[in-house]
């Protein structure tokens, strides 16, 4: 069975930082692309940032370039979000994402505010 | 960016009658490679998003046969054909022939009557 489990969310002031992990199993994680997407309360689906499979491509959506970055290991199958100098709105749930197999994690919520 | 436009947003149905919903597209979904990379997931209350529908039209694994999906170049859409208590939730279209970004539809918020 297909698990993804996000982790290291949490309440951070504005400007502060976090690192989020997903821990995945049942499937070769090395294998595939993966991807963050986020929620914010109440609103829609806004896909976040994508590491090719060794690491060679990352792409971001423009709001949260240069604050962060995406990374894996894949020997420990894993994939994390570094994310620097948070904002109010960068408040949401986090989801860890295989698009190509269409699973998805629980999410972390994380919440930026004084 | 491509963008995803949903309709209606709010959808309220009687039990056991069928709904459908809307996804379009700002520009045509058709790849390069020849596939359509549209999808649907269904967001129960409180859950994570659910994968139902890849590829136009193809269910996914433990996905009810009264979900199905249909369309081509800009214009999708998502049909249920007997809708049942378990199907509230919000539905949303996703594009992944265009990336990044994929981009998502605003949603459309199933209710039953």
């Known amino acids: 069975e297909v698990q993804l489990v996000e982790s290291g969310g949490g309440l951070v002031q504005p400007g502060g930082s976090l690192r989020l992990s997903c821990a995945a199993s049942?499937?070769?994680?090395?294998?595939?692309?993966m991807t963050w997407v986020r929620q914010a309360p109440g609103k829609g689906l806004e896909w976040v940032a994508n590491?090719?499979?060794?690491?060679?491509?990352?792409f971001y959506v423009d709001s949260v370039k240069g604050r962060f970055t995406i990374s894996r290991d894949n020997a420990n199958n894993s994939l994390y979000l570094q994310m620097n100098s948070l904002r109010v709105e960068d408040t949401a749930v986090y989801y860890c994402v295989n698009v190509f197999s269409g699973h998805w994690g629980q999410g972390t919520l994380v919440a930026v505010s004084s | 960016d491509v963008v995803m436009t949903q309709s209606p947003l709010s959808l309220p149905v009687t039990l056991g009658q069928a709904a459908s919903i809307s996804c379009k597209s700002s520009q045509s979904l058709v790849h390069s490679d020849g596939d359509t990379y549209l999808s649907w997931f269904q967001q129960r209350p409180g859950l994570s998003p659910r994968r139902l529908i890849y590829?136009?039209?193809n269910r996914d694994s433990g996905v009810p046969d009264r979900f199905s999906g249909s369309g081509s170049d800009t214009d999708f859409t998502l049909k249920i054909s007997r809708v049942e208590a378990e199907d509230v939730g919000v539905y949303y279209c996703?594009?992944?022939?265009?990336?990044?970004?994929?981009?998502f539809g605003q949603g459309t918020k199933l209710e039953i009557k």
């Open positions: 049942g499937f070769t994680f090395g294998d595939y692309w």
């Open positions: 996703m594009q992944g022939s265009h990336w990044p970004p994929y981009t």
């Open positions: 590829q136009v039209s």
């Open positions: 590491i090719k499979q060794d690491e060679s491509q990352k």
